[in-house]
């Protein structure tokens, strides 16, 4: 059964930083495309970030783009996302997804349990 477990959320100042894990099990996910999508209070879920299945090509949204960084470690099986000045906007619950292909707007296979990220400001 595949799962994907987040962590390293919390409560941060803005223009702090934050590094999300994500620990993915089974196998076959070091071959599947990685993400990250958030979903903040009263809207709708948006992407944030993915990565390809060797980690060399990676794509943001606008909002996070020069701010975020995801990365891969398929050894460990962990995907991260890296987040640095952020922002009051960040807040939201951070989901890591996984699929075949991860684009935004689209809806992908796996679904992590989501963790939350507050910044104060």
């Known amino acids: 059964q595949r799962q994907l477990v987040e962590s390293g959320g919390g409560l941060v100042q803005a223009g702090g930083s934050l590094r999300l894990s994500c620990a993915a099990s089974?196998?076959?996910?070091?071959?599947?495309?990685m993400g990250w999508f958030r979903q903040a209070p009263g809207k709708e879920r948006e992407f944030v970030a993915v990565?390809?299945?060797?980690?060399?090509?990676?794509y943001y949204a606008d909002s996070v783009k020069g701010r975020f960084t995801i990365s891969r470690d398929n050894s460990k099986n962990t995907v991260y996302l890296q987040m640095n000045s952020l922002k009051s906007d960040d807040t939201a619950v951070y989901y890591c997804?996984?699929?075949?292909?991860?684009?935004?707007?689209?809806?992908?296979?796996?679904w992590g349990q989501g963790t939350q990220v507050t910044v104060s400001s």
């Open positions: 089974g196998r076959t996910f070091s071959r599947y495309v």
């Open positions: 997804v996984a699929d075949s292909t991860v684009v935004p707007g689209s809806y992908p296979e796996y």
């Open positions: 990565i390809n299945w060797s980690g060399v090509s990676t």
